[in-house]
């Protein structure tokens, strides 16, 4: 089966739609109730195959006061340089995980991010936005 090479979207349009695409793919492939690692293993696949630069357990490092913390963060996925990606298997996006995509949003200086939940039979996602 040759899942999600039916929807390409040229380059310079809409980003987040062609990441949802490519989350849509994993799921319709792969089906719900996998852990979280086979979604992200399956969406780094597909973002090889679609040519969207991405960086996977992407390292940000926090600022306080122009220290760094020895705490950092590790986003699921950054993608295009300016959206991060967090690829989740459960029952639902809890209000926790929404607010702290808005802080790695802020660490990150990047504006969107989009939440992607793999643990329905159906994809549900929610999108992120920072405001300065």
């Given amino acids: ?3 999600g090479r039916f929807i390409r979207w040229p380059h310079g349009t809409y980003r987040p739609r062609m990441i949802k695409s490519d989350s849509y793919t994993c799921l319709l492939y792969t089906s719900h109730g ?5 979604y992200k ?3 780094e696949i597909e973002f090889n195959l679609a040519g969207v630069p991405y960086t996977r357990e992407h390292e940000f490092k926090i600022d306080y006061f122009g220290h760094f913390l020895k ?3 590790y986003a699921d ?3 295009y340089e300016s959206i991060i990606l967090e690829a989740k ?3 639902g996006i809890p209000d926790e995980l929404y607010s702290r995509t808005i802080n790695y949003l802020k660490v990150s200086n990047m504006n969107l991010g989009l939440i992607v939940n793999f643990g329905k039979p ?3 996602y ?3 936005i920072q405001t300065k």
């Fill in 1 to 3: 089966m040759q899942f």
């Fill in 34 to 38: 996998f852990l979280e690692s086979v």
């Fill in 41 to 43: 293993d399956a969406l």
């Fill in 71 to 73: 705490s950092k963060f």
């Fill in 77 to 79: 996925f950054t993608v």
């Fill in 89 to 91: 298997a459960i029952s």
């Fill in 122 to 124: 159906t994809l549900e």
């Fill in 126 to 128: 929610k999108r992120v």
